[in-house]
């Protein structure tokens, strides 16, 4: 009896977009979860403005996925009181730059309200945040806000590089009775890979950081769109003979501090890699942890390249901006010519 | 970039994306309008350059970012071409040479635009090769504007009596960032010195684009007539405010100046 | 495909109403971001406004003469599924390209 089902049961190995793939794993988590409530500012009868939660409406009905006024405060606000009444929010700002009204929300209630009512309340709330840069739009549509939610405690970040990750990132932050922040690489929405739609705990690891390109020279370390980025560096470095690790940290909030250091112990020099500025940048807390865990072994200083100490520049500037391929192989060059001295 | 001349002239050369080895095209724009109104928002300069054609445009004194004194001598006619004039000479614009279609430059004139335009193809056989000429009137508009009650006016907002008084009045105050003083010292300047059609006729060739339903540019095919063998457009159901944009306009103007 | 709506944008100095002049393109049209689709006028001027986006017209509202309101829908449009949202565009995909050669020696012990 088993083994006919075994043998009928197609292999769901689909080509997705990460909008496509968000948008399955948005639909299945609706429909599994009669709790999950889906609002945003045109996420419900345009579909969202990168079409991730398009037909959904259609699908489950306005009472479940809704359009919000062009407030983020409330939407947050919303979502907050909705936890507190035994729903699970799954709400949607537009853009990483809308966020900063909905932060007081966010850092004041939101990360606390679980600690403060002594865990009677807590606040299963998966706030989805298209973010990062690339894709030539006007301000407040390009930050990086992960060390800022990363700062505050209670919260949980995480971003996906891949439509395969983000479906089943989405699934599993959606099901954790915390606070996740789920920040969407938007330059990544349009590239298709394969999604193994399989819910199989065993084969997909859904904690910590993961290993998208082993290497022994250097571990390049990045999340959300710098991870693809990385992997074209690391294919690069090859053509000169040099081998890179890329480690897609994946959890920002909490790191894989057990993941990196097993990583760059073996390669002994690490470069991080963000979108965001340089100071106290999520890189300066990857660093730290590499020293701590592999200062015996480290071979050079843990490099940062990353995004400069300005406002987020208009789209024009965005490609001097974001960490390039030359600007990430002269981190390489610098971290592996390193001689102590 | 800006002039020497009274360093007040605002001016701009628009560089076609292939450039089909043609003369340059100048702009004049209207009274009260200016560069971006009258063949930016409009679409002319896109066009234009879309067609090979490198464009120049200039904010007549008192207009749009040029500068806008007020005082009346400066905007006589007259030294509104020489400005004109000196745009064209730091332009580069060459002496027309027969057989070399990039020399000289060709000239789209509206309002008093084309008044300008007439009088400098008049004046200026060897630099102009080609004129269109839109919206123009034989008589000026603005020749009986009845300055005192403009003044009034803006004084203390007394209704102005006289029609054609009231309604550039209001075009002026409604024209965005119109310099309603400097424009009155303009209407001075050029009650000074009217406009004459016959004193001095373009002999280069011309095309008259006109609405149809446009009151204010009287005379066109009175115009037509005196500088002979000049063409004539009429833009069906179009008005002074609204032909301007015309595509009709647009693509008459290119293929005229393309011949 | 998704179908994207733009109302007449507010113009300036706060005039609230335009009249449609001339259609530039037509119902079934393929728009290019920035290519002029209407010739408008206001009391005060007329001009031609470019496309917000790249898609295929389905619907224009309004005819020639007729005035319509500012934020009222003027032009629907179709855009593809995959196209970029109200902003920004769709990265390219290109052929990673370098200047940098990495070139060290490297002393394993």
């Known amino acids: 009896m088993s083994e006919t089902l075994e043998l009928v049961r197609e292999t769901p190995l689909l080509q997705l977009s990460m909008q496509q793939a968000i948008n399955r794993a948005l639909g299945e988590i609706l429909e599994h979860d009669d709790r999950a409530l889906i609002f945003g500012e045109d996420v419900g009868v345009l579909g969202g403005v990168f079409r991730v939660t398009d037909g959904l409406q259609q699908r489950f009905g306005a009472n479940r996925v809704f359009d919000t006024p062009l407030a983020e405060s409330g939407i947050l606000g919303t979502a907050i009181g909705l936890a507190m009444a035994g729903f699970h929010p799954i709400p949607e700002v537009q853009f990483d730059g809308f966020a900063y009204p909905a932060v007081n929300q966010i850092i004041t209630q939101l990360a606390r309200m679980n600690y403060r009512s002594r865990g009677r309340l807590p606040m299963p709330v998966t706030l989805r945040v298209p973010s990062f840069g690339g894709i030539r739009a006007p301000e407040h549509h390009g930050e990086s806000l992960e060390s800022l939610f990363a700062h505050v405690p209670g919260l949980k970040v995480v971003s996906p590089s891949n439509p395969q990750q983000a479906y089943h990132l989405l699934k599993h932050a959606a099901s954790m009775p915390d606070p996740v922040i789920f920040m969407e690489p938007k330059a990544r929405y349009w590239n298709k890979a394969a999604v193994d739609l399989a819910d199989d705990q065993d084969s997909i690891s859904l904690e910590g950081s993961v290993i998208a390109r082993p ?71 990857v660093a730290a942890l590499v020293s701590q865990s592999c200062f015996d072994t480290l071979r050079a200083p843990v490099e940062r390249v990353t995004g400069f100490d300005v406002p987020y520049p208009s789209g024009d500037l965005e490609d001097e901006y974001i960490p390039n391929i030359d600007r990430i192989l002269f981190g390489v060059q610098r971290v592996l010519e390193y001689r102590r001295g | 970039m800006r002039t020497d001349i009274a360093s007040t002239l605002h001016w701009q050369q628009h560089e076609p994306a292939l450039d089909a080895g043609r003369a340059p095209v100048l702009l004049v724009h209207g009274f009260a309008s200016s560069t971006a109104l009258n063949w930016e928002a409009t679409g002319w300069v896109r066009d234009l350059t879309a067609a090979g054609r490198r464009v120049l445009t200039v904010d007549l004194l008192g207009h749009g970012e040029s500068s806008a004194p007020l005082e009346t001598d400066v905007y006589a006619p007259s030294r509104l071409r020489a400005a004109v004039l000196e745009v064209l000479a730091l332009a580069g614009i060459r002496v027309r040479e027969a057989g070399n279609p990039a020399t000289g430059v060709d000239l789209v004139g509206y309002s008093l635009g084309s008044r300008l335009a007439w009088e400098l193809a008049a004046e200026r056989p060897d630099l102009i090769n080609r004129a269109v000429l839109g919206g123009m009137s034989a008589e000026d508009p603005l020749a009986d504007f009845d300055l005192d009650a403009a003044d009034r006016f803006l004084a203390d907002a007394s209704a102005i009596a006289h029609a054609s008084t009231a309604s550039l009045m209001t075009l002026m105050q409604l024209a965005p960032g119109a310099n309603a003083p400097a424009l009155l010292r303009l209407v001075a300047a050029i009650k000074a010195e009217r406009f004459e059609p016959g004193a001095s006729v373009p002999a280069r060739p011309l095309l008259f684009v006109t609405g149809d339903r446009d009151v204010l540019a009287t005379g066109t095919t009175q115009l037509a007539a005196l500088a002979g063998g000049s063409e004539v457009l009429w833009l069906p159901a179009r008005t002074h405010t609204n032909a301007v944009s015309s595509r009709a306009f647009k693509q008459a103007a290119i293929e005229f100046l393309g011949r | 495909m998704a179908e994207i709506s733009f109302p007449l944008p507010d113009l300036g100095e706060g005039l609230l109403e335009a009249t449609v002049l001339e259609w530039l393109v037509k119902v ?49 449009f179709a ?29 394993e012990d």
């Open chain 3, 28 to 76: 079934g049209d393929q728009v290019e971001r920035n290519q002029p689709f209407v010739e408008v006028e206001t009391t005060k001027s007329s001009v031609e406004l470019p496309s917000p986006i790249a898609g295929i017209v389905l619907t224009l509202h309004g005819e020639p003469g007729d005035v319509v309101l500012v934020d009222r829908p003027l032009i629907t």
């Open chain 3, 79 to 107: 855009v593809a599924d995959d196209s970029a949202g109200i902003v920004g565009t769709v990265p390219q995909e290109a052929a990673p390209k370098r200047r940098v050669r990495l070139s060290v020696v490297l002393d």
């Open chain 1, 215 to 285: 290497g022994k020279h250097a571990t390049l370390v990045a999340w959300g769109a710098m991870v693809s980025r990385c992997l074209q560096v690391a294919e690069l470095a090859a053509e000169d003979g040099i081998e890179l690790e890329v480690l897609d940290l994946r959890w920002l909030k909490p790191i894989d501090e057990a993941g990196l250091a097993a990583s760059v112990s073996r390669t002994r020099r690490a470069i991080v890699v963000h979108e965001g500025p340089h100071t106290a940048g999520l890189g300066a807390e």
